[in-house]
């Protein structure tokens, strides 16, 4: 059985067009934007922008992994300590971190910035004193990159 030379192209073409279209489904299932718009999670267990908040009534602890994280909280924490001691921990650390405590008469017994520059940052220092109760602790952040932690105990 011979098939002419018509017959033949028209087969080809079919058989190009086939492997065309399966190219371009395979190309564009595959290429996807680089730059994410939901967090980058990139299927991790990170989960940026999100930071966490525990206390008990000795200690209060405040971390998270940070991409361009510009936002201002407020937490109220139930503590038997008259003073804190507050412990600042940036890692690849860029952007302003600004901590407020408040004791329970609302008297402002800590105000501090931490400025980051891409390295690792520590601080300790500790609060003026104040009286136990429900203290509120505000903290503010702008353009912050990196993990930060805060404790206060």
Not at 74 to 80: K, M, Q
């Amino acid at each position: 059985m011979e098939c002419s030379s018509t017959e033949g192209d028209e087969a080809m073409r079919v058989i190009i067009m086939v492997m065309l279209g399966g190219c371009l489904l395979l190309t564009a299932a595959g290429c996807g934007q680089a730059l994410c718009s939901d967090g980058c999670n990139g299927g991790s267990s990170t989960s940026y922008n999100d930071p966490i908040a525990t206390a008990t009534a000795v200690d209060f602890i405040y971390e998270g992994d940070f991409i361009n994280y510009n936002n201002s909280e407020s937490y109220f924490w139930s503590t038997i300590l008259n003073d804190a001691f507050v412990s600042f921990d940036g890692i690849d650390f860029y952007g302003v971190v600004r901590i407020r405590i408040y004791d329970d008469f609302k008297v402002l017994i800590f105000d501090e910035m931490f400025f980051g520059n891409g390295g690792t940052l520590q601080s300790k220092t500790i609060s003026d004193l104040g009286i136990s109760g429900l203290w509120e602790v505000q903290i503010d952040s702008t353009s912050v990159d990196g993990i930060v932690q805060v404790i206060l105990d």
